[in-house]
Structures are given as structure tokens and as C-alpha cells.
């Protein structure tokens, strides 16, 4: 995180070199969604400064839809960690023989160790952005929010932040938990905190439940 | 772009220092939504480079459901682009007197003169990922294509290549248009390029359109 302001306006862009670029890979190689952490909290500041990146994500005619909900108070990340238990059981039910052992043996969820917690929605009603890009494809406000979070994530893990999005959660059930208002939409529960291991690979390939497939699969033309 | 080989398991995860993470916020701070292109051709090899990028995103369950329609044949571009224009023109009729004027002389898409086009699709119909966290929140399937698409634009940025999102489209007549599998989703049609004007500011805030907020107000405790 840098306390240097903001470069003026009319300022060179800075020269993305190979070196900062083979590093940016690198970033986005280690970025893990992490589910353990340790328990320490983290430096006073650390969080507002990654909220302060997220925001300089890009959203549908600057529209800013992102709300961020630091969520601290005991009983209401009971209530939270209650749902996702509840939602977990009801996801395990759904699968059978050697898929269930091995979903009932993965960790999906930091909420027992991470120092913080933070639920990000979209704010449906807000009037920023006019309503540009909307028309045609309303889903652009909670995209923008995703766009949020990614760059939350990259900047959290250059920072030594470990970020984990739990999405085993009723929305409209967190809402309530966290009593905002009735048009901000969940679009991510996220664990924060510094992570107990470093990995290159995904968890969820170590525990042998999905393989990373080659791009080339993904692309077509026409 | 990095040609160098991944590093192993194992390997140490690499030291992001203070002069990269000032660096990357940089990148975010410069990254822009690019609509004015210069129409050179991208470098061989780059476009597969940053499509290589985009899927080290997160992904739900690791489901990878990303899938990248490189859009070439000038007959679908030219419908693309149609698409376009009249949902531009259904747009601008929902707003009036100044705002209607600020709208149309907004410049929203690079469809002249991007030299790639990129739609950008959530399968979902993918077994990969075996459901895994999408019960509650089946949105989970685009978001993730959300993240890819993010993660693409900064890698993109680094790279000195543009990138603009233009959502005011039909998605099923673009869908249609790509002749894509049925259970594709349309989360992105992206414009690549080099771009003519490096800027700081957003376009939309230069226009006169939508500023930017501090990110203090968007944030809360509970």
C-alpha cells in the first residue's frame, strides 16, 4: 500500500516494465482464496487503504455501486457463520458417495479464524452513473461490485493479505443479519486476515476436486 | 507479458514489495475504460497472452467458467455494432434536456476501430467446479467471469493495451449473433486495442457525467 497522493492530472503514465509485469503474473499466480488464517489482526489502516484500491475499480458509468460493510459485532457474525453452516449441510446433502466424503473433508470458509469480515453489496438504487450501460443488461451494477472485490483481492495479496469469498450463504438472509438497507444487493461475504500457508496451487486442486483446465480450451473465434 | 515458466509447488511465493504494490496501484489508478482506439493490430501472441492471465482469476468451486469469443468476421462485428446503435438510440430517449444532451455526445463503445473484440461468456452448463458454492448463490457462475474479465483489463493496462466494456447491448441478440452454445451466457463485450490518449481521469468524469466519490462514504460498521 502507498501513502504517496494521488499523481495530478495531466501527469506521464508510469512505464509498466517487463519486471513489474512478470511480477504482476506472479501476483496473479499466488492469489488464493484463503480459508485459514491466523488469527492476528491486522495493522491499523491496512483494511482502509485495500477498500480505497477497490474503489478504483471500474464500474458501469462510474456508477460506484460498492458498499462495504465491516462486520465486527459478536453476535452477528454468529448469525453469519449459522447461515453458512446451515447452507453447507444443505450443500453436502446434495452430493453422494465419494463427492460427499470428499466436499465434507474441505474447508470452505474462514469465518472461525479470519480477523475480518466484510460483506460488499451493490446498492440497486443508487443514482450515481444515471442509469448508463443499465439499460439493456441491469446485471452491470453487481458486476461492478465483482470488479471491486477482484481488485480488493489482488491488492489485499500484494499487501501479504490472504482473502477468502464464502459464498455458501443465503443473501437475503445476510442482508437481514446486517440490517442494510432493503436495495443493497450481497454480492460478496469475504474473510480477510494474514494466511496461516502460502500456496501456488488452488485448495480446492490440492484436495482434488477440480483441476485448472488450459486456456486454449476456453477460446474460440468466429 | 512473462514467457517464463510457472514456478513450481513448492516454490516460495515471491516478495511483493513496497515499490511493486506502489506500482500496482498505479495500474489501478491508470487503468481506464478505453473507447478511442488507434486501429493497429495487437502484437501475435499478446491477445493469448492476456486471455492466459484473465484465467488465474478466482473462479467458484474452480469452475473456470470463462469462455472468450475472439469476434473477427466482419459480418457479425457489423451486427454487433448495430446492436449497438439501437440500443444507444433506446437509451438516450429515457433521458432529457441537459442530461440527454451530455449523453449524446458521450463516445460509449470503440466498435469502429478496436482492432480486437472480445465477447467474453459464462458456461452454465459447465460440470467443472461440481457446483461447489453456487447453491445459494448461482450468480456465483458470471461473477466469477467477472473476475476474469478484471483481472484481463489490468493485465492489459500493464501491457500498455486498452480496454474499453461496452454493456449497452442485447446480450441473447449477441448470443445469437456468436452462434455460441445455448447455455452460454453473455457477461462481456470487450473492445482491445492501443489506446489514442492515455488519461487519469475517467472519460465519464472528463464529460461531465458522474465524479468520483470518496470511497469513505461507502463504507460501514455493523
Sequence with gaps: MSDRPDPGPGTQ?????????????????????????????????????????AALAPSVGNSQPW?????????????????????NQDALAGYSGERAQTYAGLKLAGLDKAPVQLAVFADR??????????????????Y????????????????????GWVSILHPGR???ILDVPKDWHLV???????????HLEPELVRAGWQDRADVSEFILRR
Design 188 to 198: 460478496a461475504y469475504l474473510c480477510l486476515g494474514l494466511p496461516e500457508e502460502e
Design 13 to 53: 503514465p508510469p512505464d509498466f516494465d517487463a519486471a513489474f509485469r512478470d511480477k504482476l503474473r506472479d501476483l496473479l499466480l499466488w492469489r488464493r482464496d484463503v480459508r485459514r488464517f491466523l488469527g492476528t489482526p491486522l495493522p491499523d489502516g491496512l483494511l482502509e487503504g485495500l477498500l480505497a484500491q
Design 125 to 142: 438504487a443508487t443514482e450515481r452513473g444515471h442509469g448508463l450501460g443499465q439499460n439493456t443488461m441491469p446485471e452491470m451494477l453487481p
Design 174 to 176: 445476510v442482508s437481514q
Design 67 to 87: 458498499r462495504f460493510v465491516v462486520v465486527e459485532d459478536a453476535a452477528r457474525r454468529k448469525a453469519v457463520r449459522d447461515d453458512f453452516e446451515q447452507a
Design 144 to 163: 461492478s461490485v465483482v470488479a471491486a472485490v477482484n481488485t480488493l483481492w489482488l491488492a489485499a495479496r500484494a499487501a501479504g493479505v490472504g482473502v
